[in-house]
Each structure stands twice: as C-alpha cells, then as structure tokens.
C-alpha cells in the first residue's frame, strides 16, 4: 500500500540499522522483507533470531517474525516485486585511501535496477547508508536507470534518508532521533515517508538529497570532534592540577556560547585580542608538558587557510578596485588586532588592488595604545584607504567585499541603483535576491 497505513517495504542489508530499521517498521503494523546476500542472516532471521546483537532486538525480531510481519529473502527481484518501497542499509567501509567504499551500494543498485525492471507500477528506493556527497544522483541512480531501463522521477523515485542510530542505543534512537531528514525533491514521496515513519517521535525536514547527504557527515564529524576536543583538553587540564570532569561540568552549563547554535555559522576567519592569543597559549601550555593536542593546535592553521580562501576567491574576480566593508575583528567595536579584515586587505593590497574600505565603528583619531600600534604596523597611509561615505565605496568599486556590515550598510547597498558584484564573507545571504546584485558567497 502506498500512502498510508500498512506498508509494503524492503529493507536491503541485515546489519545494525537493517535490523533495526527492519523490526521497528514491522512492530509498527507494516509487511517487511529483509534482504540480505548472506544466507546464514536470512536462515535466522526467518527463524525468528536476530543477526545482530543489540537492547531489546531479540524479542523484537522474534514477536515480529512469529506474526508473519518480517521475513527475510535473499532474492533482491523478490524483495522488489512485493514491496512499494525499499531501504538501502548496506556497509560503506573505508578503502585503502580511507575514502569510503561504494562497492556494496553500486552492487545492490544493479540487483535493485533488475529487479525494478521486470515490475509494474512505481518503486521509492530510500539510501540510508552514509555516502559521499553526490553519490545518490551521480553514481546510484544511474546504475539503476541503466539496470531497469526506466527514469528516476517518472517510473520510480529515489531520496537520501540518513540514519542517526548508535549501537547499544539504535531501538531508542529509531523512535527519539535528533530529526529526521529526507532528501528528495518530491513533495509527495517525502509524505508517504513521513507517514511510513509515523512512530517517529522527531521533528521532519525535507531537503535536497545532497543536503541531507552532507548533514549525515557534518553530525559524524562534529560528534569526533567534540570528543577529541574534549579529551585534549582534559589532557592539559589535568597536568596542570586542574579537575578535568568539573571544568567541563562547568563548561557545558553555558547554552548560549558553547553548547549552543552560536559560532556555527558559515563564515569568515576569527581574530581579535582573545581567541588566536588564548589558542597560542594553551599550545605552549601543552608543549611545555609534552602533551600532544593536534585537534587544538591546527584551529589557527585552519583559520589561516580560510582567510587565504578569502583571498584567492577575491582576487579571482581579477578586477583591481575592490570595495571592503568591515575592517575590526567583528561588527560593533573597532578593535583591529588580528583582525582577519586587517589580514584580507593587506594580502589584497599586496596583489596591487587598490582598496577603500568602510567600517563606521573605526575612527583612526579615537585609536588608542595597542590596537593603533597594531594598525600602524600592519597598514600604512590607512587614512588615505578608510571613508566613512558608503555610497563613495559602492560608486567606486568593481567588487564588493563583505567582511561585515550593519543593517544599515545593508539596507544602502539593497537600496544601490546600479549593478553590483559582492563576495559575501559573512553570511548575508538575502542580498542574493537583489536583481542588481551579483552575489557570491565566500563557502555557500
């Protein structure tokens, strides 16, 4: 049955999320066949056992199965002919390259595409299986194209559901993931999994399918990191007498910095007084106690990187007045140490660009001690290059660098009668609808 109620489904794949995902949709009320190239799994399966060791999938797989409402099969064509939709749970392991391998995803594809070829009506093929971005529509849906002789979007569909289930926890994080979210450009594709998942206690997005591709490596990554982080930095701490459990106790109390949305935005390189001073330091720190912290000791080379990304996407725009909007560290202050605004408009500067730069928070007679000394030091004449008149910058210039503005440099630039081009560095990503507006984005 297609839209609601009791579905016909097929689950490619009998290892943890196959299971998993397998026995939770038949306890739900659906008809479910498990597929699955090792015949030992489809034996225990049918026998009511589970191939998986995992909380609580034992008496579920063994009630289910009892019930006639999962069974297992070997045969992909059969699976096919006798479900609507199908789950794509197979292994992508790491090649020798450490890249992930397709292998096992391009083999089921072709016994998917032969078996959608000999079946009437349509099919929803659901990839679960983590990928590289670009691998459902560049390399699978293809290879099922080519094996059923039939058109994505007019015979059958295809959409990117990623999985977000942990070993030991997977039955608790099928009903309670973060959200669920299903890549595919059909509106009413995306309902029917909405309702085939209507025992899912989440909140549901529907993307593009390589969005949802890249959030499932973005989730894996940012999980790593944290970890890593996290133990780098109890490392330090607890060489130094520091309680490591208690900073971090402390530490995560704050939900409006650091366990929080903010500074997780795309955008351009930090700087300032505190965080490349602080980063720095707890590198010596490390060093002097002979710790190794390489995940904290390459967030300013990476920041360094990004800056140059800045640098290279403006001057491939090989024009020579460039327009710069922003010069202190961020918006609101007019510190300039280390700012990454400082750092782009001398590399500029550099390439024989000629600048004019806008930023109504920085007057050169009110700077003062550290921060003047510093700006005296990395750009010389800057009064020649500073103005306070933006319509001056926007007349002027052939690109329009955006480090950062205020809402009423943006309100002027969208209000700009004539043509602009703008390398965007820090998110302001409305200014894309202007009609008079060519935008670019600095990673977006």
């Not at 009630?63 to 069974?71: D, I, P, Y």
């Not at 289930?165 to 995306?190: A, C, M, Q, W």
């Not at 943006?410 to 820090?426: E, Q, R, V, Y």
Request: overall charge negative; some cysteine; glycine content about 8%.
């Amino acid at each position: 049955m297609m839209g609601g109620g009791t579905m016909n489904i097929s689950v490619f794949g009998m290892g943890y999320v196959g299971c998993v995902s397998a026995a939770c949709l038949a306890q739900n009320g659906h008809h479910v066949i498990g597929v699955d190239v090792n015949v030992e799994k489809v034996k225990l399966l049918n026998q009511g056992i589970s191939p998986v060791v995992e909380e609580d999938i034992l008496d579920m797989i063994q009630l289910v199965s009892k019930t006639g409402a999962l069974r297992a099969v070997s045969s992909a064509a059969e699976a096919i002919l006798n479900t609507d939709i199908s789950l794509v749970t197979v292994g992508t392991p790491s090649d020798n390259r450490g890249s992930l391998s397709t292998e096992y995803l391009r083999t089921v594809s072709q016994e998917i595409g032969r078996g959608l070829k000999e079946k009437d009506g349509q099919h929803i093929i659901v990839f679960r299986s983590t990928m590289v971005p670009g691998t459902t529509e560049d390399v699978l849906t293809p290879i099922l194209e080519a094996e059923s002789g039939k058109k994505c979007g007019r015979d059958f569909s295809v959409c990117y559901n990623p999985e977000f289930l942990r070993e030991g926890s997977s039955i608790k994080d099928y009903y309670n993931p973060p959200f669920t979210i299903i890549g595919t450009p059909d509106v009413h594709v995306y309902q029917l999994l909405v309702n085939m998942y209507s025992h899912v206690n989440a909140h549901f997005e529907q993307s593009t399918i390589r969005v949802a591709e890249g959030l499932k490596y973005l989730c894996n990554v940012y999980h790593a990191l944290k970890i890593g982080f996290a133990n780098e930095v109890a490392a330090v701490m607890s060489e130094y007498g520091i309680d490591s459990q208690k900073v971090i106790e402390i530490f995560l109390r704050d939900t409006k910095l650091n366990v929080s949305a903010a500074y997780l935005r795309p955008g351009f390189a930090f700087g300032g007084s505190c965080l490349p001073k602080d980063l720095r330091a707890i590198s010596a720190m490390a060093q002097d106690k002979g710790i190794n912290i390489p995940i904290i000791a390459n967030i300013l080379p990476s920041n360094g990187f990004h800056l140059n990304r800045a640098v290279q996407k403006a001057l491939a725009f090989k024009v020579k007045k460039i327009g710069l909007l922003g010069l202190a560290f961020k918006q609101g202050t007019d510190d300039l140490r280390e700012s990454p605004g400082v750092t782009l408009a001398e590399r500029l500067i550099g390439k024989g660009c000629e600048l004019r730069i806008y930023d109504p928070w920085v007057d050169l007679a009110r700077l003062t001690g550290a921060n003047k000394a510093y700006i005296d030091k990395e750009i010389q004449h800057l009064e020649k290059l500073l103005t306070n008149d933006l319509e001056e910058v926007l007349a002027q210039s052939e690109l329009l660098v955006l480090v950062h503005a205020d809402v009423s440099s943006i309100h002027t630039i969208l209000a700009h009668d004539k043509p602009l081009t703008i390398l965007d560095l820090s998110g302001y990503t409305k200014l894309a609808a202007a009609k008079h507006i060519d935008y670019r984005g600095l990673c977006w």
